[in-house]
Structure formats: C-alpha cells, structure tokens
C-alpha cells in the first residue's frame, strides 16, 4: 500500500482521483468484512467528500497535505455522520450532531473518513473482546486477540483496508493493539491533541492518536491532528514542530535507556529476546543503550486502575436513560429507569469498572485508595523525569508476554490487566510513546516500545524512525 504522502500527491496532481481511491478503501473494507473491524461504513458520506475534493482539485485549488488519504476513525470519536456507538448497547443508537476536532482537521487536510473501528465497549479493554458487537479478528492469527482496546482501528491498517486510522489511548490502547498487529501505533502526550468529542472514558489519562503501517505515516497523521484547541480545557499551546523533520537521522549520538524493572520477573523470554535484539540493532547502528532505573513502575498498574476506574465512574455516570443513550421499557419509577436502563446498556467488564471507581471514590475509601494512587502517580512521573536526565528515549516491550489466545480475559481477567504494566505508567506520566514491530522468532508479533520527554514527539519520531530501519535490517515485519 502508498503511504501517505504518495497517495495525497497523486490525488493532488490528478494522477488518481480521490473518488477512486477511496471506493478502492470502500472495496477492501467489504472483502474483508469478515473481520469485524468496523462498527459501521460510511461510503456515501466518503465518496461525497471525495468526490467534494476533485471537484476542487479539477478547479485549481490547493488541498491539504492528506488529501485522498481514506482513514478509519475508532468509535469513541465522534463524526457529524452515523453512529458513534462505543462499542456498546447504551450507545448503539445515538447520532452525533457534531464533529470532533480532529475529524475537523483531519477533513481540512483532505482526509476521508470510511468507517468506524470497533473497540472494547467504552474503551475498557486490552484485547477488544468486550465490544457489544462482537470481537475484530486479527489478521496475523485469528486465534490471538488484536489487542484492545483499539483493537478495530488496528485491525483496519493491518489488513490492509486503509493506510492509517485512529485510536485512543487511556492505558495503552494504542500500542497494545499495534504490537499485536505488527504494525505502528503512537500515544501523543496528553495534551498535544484535543479530546474534543473523544467519549471519555478517563480524562486525565485519555489520548487521541495515529495507526499506521510505518513511521513516517504516523508522523505525517500527527502533524495534522496536533494543536491546540479552546474547546478542550486541557489542550496544550505548545508550538506544533514538524513531527516528520527528524525521520532521517542517524542513531549516532542517541541514548536509549532500558529499566532494570522492565526486564525482570513476568516477561516472557521470547518477548525479551526480541526486544534485546532490536536494541542490539539500534546499538549497531551507533545508538548508546545504558541502563536506569523507574523503581515506581512496580505500582503503575494499581495506580492506574484506581485512577481509570475513579474516572470512569463519574464519566460514565451521564448515560442514565434521560438525556439521551438506551431507556427501559415502562419503568415503574425514576430509580427503575435509572438501574435497568444502565444494568441493560453496559457490558460487565464496564460495569466492574464503574463499581471499582465508585467504591474507591467513597467514603472511607477516597484516602485509602484514589488519594494512595495520585501519590504513586506524581513518583513514577518524578522517576521518569530522573531517567530522562539520562537518556534521550526510554526503550522496553510494549507488552509482557505475546498477544493472548481469544477467551483468555474470561478465563482470568487479572492476568490481562498486567499486559498493562508496559503501558500505563505512560499515560499517568503523560508522555508520548511509540510502539513498532519488531521480529519474533516464535512467529508472533512482538511490539517495542519508545517513550520519549513530554512534548518531545519529533525526537522520539526520529529515533523510533531509526529503530525501524534497524530492524529492517534484521527481517522484522
């Protein structure tokens, strides 16, 4: 498949017409329906926008820099066309009346959405299984998960169906599904990219942020999607860099610091392996590896799932069968209305969610629990800031153990939720990291993942962009 520059340059010199490119998209999105990667398609909505562009193109407009780009969008993202439905029963039917901000952006860039990714239901999930419409199947092995809990989103570039798409990531549900996808996913740092019309799941962790099949294209998406934004009180005015000038550089002079606590009890040896060998890569290419330290990081899962959950709880407390979302039929009174349309809507991994964060937000329990895990967050974050001071970028696996079988959430939650240990120190610290394929001698995917300083996304693009080349050069996929 075109990257994305070569595809907006054909469309913009009318090599290839828009319309065409993305019926093309729209064709491969039907062929490969059995994977369930999308929630629903949008074909007359796209081909309008397409056909909108060459109409301009044929007039002597100039377009944006995306322009013909199909991208697919995950369904926690609203777009003022179709459902938004997050993955559950609550939302099937509601309608949007507005796009977010980066669907505004995305279309003034050229871009042409197709269709909405499937995902864990309200994005509660490492593996996708818990979408009220079905799991997405993944394209390497159908009897491994894609990841969760962009799991549609990863799914839609990995088969091929589009070049890019995005996803969110509160935990890690982003990079997990790209590690076990094979392909490129990147969690900017919370702030860098409004949340504007992203359904919150928890908003001081959330992150909107690009899918792709390379570097290059995930920096490229960034560029367009960065920025700040006065309807999102948490966006950040920070300058927007070319994320794409740093992709050519060498690795000579670069630091790439691994934690000691990455490597030791939980991860797998095959995982290890091959991760050691892609930063054996880098270090040929003139990278330096040194080792450091992230103590905290034993505590990032706890933390993360008293503060996700916490959030959850008075985030999700909106859907209540009044405003809007699934209502019961002739409930007796207001507190029926309330618990059926709510016990009707919500899948059980989400009502676990909202039952651990109300618990932990009560009474009696808010200093035990939610304050103990704000105080374990400000000492990871204050222990990557310690690391950084030596090392340009952080390396370790993206994830512990190679993707799990299907079923294996059902059969023992808990060992799922530390698939997360990798991950979530990320979000609570706010930093942006990368994830990218890297070869596996068991024949699974295997994801690496870079983390990079706060705001430092075109360093990070360009050292991971040095990454990939090195492991080109040893046979990745």
């Known amino acids: 498949m075109s990257t994305l520059s070569e595809i907006a340059r054909k469309v913009q010199k009318g090599e290839i017409s828009a319309e065409k490119t993305v019926q093309e998209s729209l064709d491969r999105v039907a062929a490969a329906q059995g994977l369930n990667a999308y929630i629903s398609v949008l074909p007359e909505y796209a081909l309008e926008k397409a056909r909108d562009l060459d109409r301009r193109i044929a007039s002597g407009e100039t377009v944006g820099p995306l322009a013909g780009v199909p991208i697919a969008i995950k369904d926690n993202i609203v777009v003022a066309a179709g459902k938004t439905t997050c993955g559950s029963h609550i939302l099937e039917n509601f ?26 239901e309200f994005a509660m999930g490492s593996t996708s299984e818990t979408s009220a419409f079905g799991a997405p199947v993944n394209p390497i092995d159908a009897g491994i998960t894609p990841g969760g809990s962009s799991g549609g989103s990863a799914v839609a570039v990995a088969s091929g169906t589009v070049p890019v798409s995005l996803g969110s990531d509160t935990g890690g549900s982003i990079r997990q ?143 209540d069968g009044v405003r809007y979302t699934h209502r019961t039929s002739n409930p007796k009174n207001l507190m029926e209305l309330y618990s059926k349309s709510r016990s009707e809507g919500f899948g059980a991994e989400v009502k676990k969610r909202i039952l651990l964060g109300t618990y932990v937000l009560s009474s009696g329990f808010y200093d035990a629990y939610y304050m103990q895990a704000q105080k374990a967050r400000r000492v990871l974050t204050a222990d990557f800031e310690k690391a950084f001071a030596q090392c340009d970028v952080i390396a370790m696996p993206t994830m512990p153990a190679p993707p799990p079988k299907v079923g294996d959430i059902f059969k023992d939650p808990m060992a799922i939720y530390l698939q997360d240990i990798y991950t979530v120190g990320v979000n609570l610290a706010g930093l942006p990291a990368i994830s990218l394929p ?6 699974m995917p295997v994801g690496l993942q870079l983390i990079g300083r706060a705001f430092g996304e075109t360093e990070l693009f360009g050292i991971a962009a040095g990454a990939e080349r090195s492991a080109a050069g040893m046979g990745a996929g």
């Open 95 to 120: 309608e949007s009346p507005y796009d977010a901000t980066v669907i505004g952006r995305l279309l003034a860039a050229g871009a042409v959405p197709v269709g909405k990714t499937n995902l864990d």
């Open 438 to 443: 890297v070869a596996s001698t068991e024949g």
């Open 177 to 319: 599904p790209a590690a076990c996808c094979g392909i490129v996913g990147m969690k900017p740092t919370y702030g860098r990219v409004s949340r504007y019309g992203l359904v919150a799941y928890a908003s001081s962790l959330d992150q909107i942020g690009p899918f792709a099949r390379n570097v290059a294209d995930a920096a490229l998406l960034l560029n367009t999607l960065a920025g700040f934004d006065a309807r999102d009180n948490t966006s950040s005015t920070q300058v927007i860099p070319d994320f794409t000038s740093a992709l050519g550089g060498s690795l000579k002079g670069k630091t790439i610091g691994i934690p000691k606590e990455a490597f030791g009890e939980g991860l797998d040896a095959g995982v290890e392996a091959s991760v050691r060998a892609a930063l054996a890569a880098c270090e040929r290419e003139g990278a330096k590896i040194v080792e450091i330290h992230l103590p905290a990081l034993k505590f990032a899962v706890a933390a993360y799932y008293v503060i996700a959950t916490a959030e959850a709880s008075a985030n999700l407390s909106r859907y």
